[in-house]
């Protein structure tokens, strides 16, 4: 079973494709359950404390917005968590504000950096598309180990 | 943690002509005690440990394996910070993005169906940019 990372990140479509195929995915929903769970971070509707802005230092420069840091901070570590990527390519609903669309481009860009199997797909817009883009995610994902790594 | 203490929520959403929400909620209510659960428009929430929670969708994706979607939730239903009933009303933060997806799982559904089948996916063409070279020119003529 491999970590795959999944880009848009809190997608229900990937996140599923992946869990049905065997392998464990790395969703945004799972590291803000830890988030919004944790005693002291219960400040709605922030569920962001300072520390996150610091932490993103990891993958931005201090000059980059202290929001697109503060997303870092969470997506950062499941970056490098991950042993396998699937990114969607011009997904519609990965549009954003500038801060979101930022951090899009930062994730992406680290994913690309990290020496893993990687499948990039086109958002699908019709029927035909839509069984290709599930034909490669599900060949994809099947040509990855399903042996458990640690 | 472990996985008893672990109390997580799944979001399953149901896209299938032969299951309804009500029968999903049915289908949980018989299955476990442990476990709570809401029903929504798209399907429903179950809530619980999270062994609980995973034996009990597998239970619910059996009953229409490639039409029925499953993603884990941060937030727990109700959660203040993103329960509509106290935010006032309005879809809740996230609802936007869920229902955008959930336009497309009738169309994912099918693409399954037909990897299950071994149905190799037509060609498809897909419509090339145009070149800035073309861009510039068409932009020029029409001065």
Same mark, same amino acid.
């Given at each position: 079973?491999?970590?795959?990372?999944?880009?848009?990140?809190?997608?229900?479509?990937?996140?599923?494709?992946?869990?049905?195929?065997?392998?464990?995915?790395?969703?945004?929903?799972?590291?803000?359950?830890?988030?919004?769970?944790?005693?002291?971070?219960?400040?709605?509707?922030?569920?962001?404390?300072?520390?996150?802005?610091?932490?993103?230092?990891?993958?931005?420069?201090?000059?980059?917005?202290?929001?697109?840091? #503060?997303?870092?901070?969470?997506?950062?570590?499941?970056?490098?968590?991950?042993?396998?990527?699937?990114?969607?390519?011009?997904?519609?609903?990965?549009? #954003?504000?500038? #801060?979101?669309?930022?951090?899009?481009?930062?994730?992406?860009?680290?994913?690309?950096?990290?020496?893993?199997?990687? @499948?990039?797909?086109?958002?699908?817009?019709?029927?035909?598309? #839509?069984?290709?883009?599930?034909?490669?995610?599900?060949?994809?994902?099947?040509? @990855?180990?399903?042996?458990?790594?640690? | 943690?472990?996985?008893? !203490?672990?109390?997580?929520? /799944?979001?399953?959403?149901?896209?299938?002509?032969?299951?309804?929400?009500?029968?999903?909620?049915?289908?949980?209510?018989?299955?476990?005690?442990?476990? =709570?659960?809401?029903? =929504?428009? &798209?399907?429903?929430?179950? =809530? %619980?440990?999270? =062994?609980?929670?995973?034996?009990?969708?597998?239970?619910?994706?059996?009953?229409?394996?490639?039409?029925? &979607?499953?993603?884990?939730?941060? &937030?727990?239903? %109700?959660?203040?910070?993103?329960?509509?009933?106290?935010?006032?009303?309005?879809?809740?933060?996230? &609802?936007?993005?869920?229902?955008?997806?959930?336009?497309?799982?009738?169309?994912?559904?099918?693409?399954?169906?037909?990897?299950?089948?071994?149905?190799?996916?037509?060609?498809?063409?897909?419509? !090339?940019?145009?070149?800035?070279?073309?861009? /510039? !020119?068409?932009?020029?003529?029409?001065?």
């Amino acid at each position: 079973m491999a970590k795959v990372i999944i880009y848009p990140i809190n997608s229900l479509i990937l996140s599923d494709l992946v869990e049905r195929f065997g392998h464990k995915p790395l969703a945004m929903m799972e590291k803000i359950k830890e988030k919004v769970n944790t005693v002291g971070v219960d400040s709605p509707p922030l569920n962001i404390t300072a520390e996150e802005p610091k932490m993103g230092l990891k993958y931005a420069a201090v000059e980059v917005p202290a929001g697109v840091r #503060g997303r870092m901070a969470i997506v950062g570590p499941m970056i490098d968590e991950a042993e396998a990527a699937i990114i969607v390519n011009e997904a519609s609903m990965a549009f #954003g504000c500038m #801060g979101c669309a930022r951090t899009n481009e930062l994730t992406k860009y680290l994913i690309r950096q990290k020496e893993i199997p990687i @499948l990039e797909v086109e958002y699908p817009r019709s029927e035909e598309e #839509g069984k290709e883009f599930v034909y490669k995610i599900a060949e994809f994902l099947r040509s @990855l180990s399903t042996e458990e790594r640690s | 943690m472990n996985n008893e !203490e672990d109390v997580i929520t /799944k979001i399953v959403v149901i896209s299938s002509d032969s299951v309804l929400p009500i029968d999903a909620a049915m289908k949980v209510y018989e299955s476990e005690t442990s476990i =709570t659960i809401k029903e =929504t428009c &798209f399907g429903t929430m179950v =809530t %619980g440990p999270r =062994t609980a929670v995973d034996r009990v969708v597998d239970e619910l994706r059996a009953m229409d394996r490639n039409h029925i &979607f499953v993603k884990e939730r941060g &937030f727990h239903p %109700g959660d203040e910070r993103r329960c509509r009933s106290v935010r006032g009303g309005g879809p809740r933060p996230g &609802f936007h993005y869920l229902r955008e997806e959930v336009q497309m799982l009738p169309m994912i559904g099918k693409a399954l169906d037909a990897y299950d089948k071994h149905v190799p996916p037509a060609e498809i063409h897909r419509a !090339e940019k145009i070149e800035v070279k073309k861009l /510039k !020119e068409i932009i020029e003529s029409n001065l």
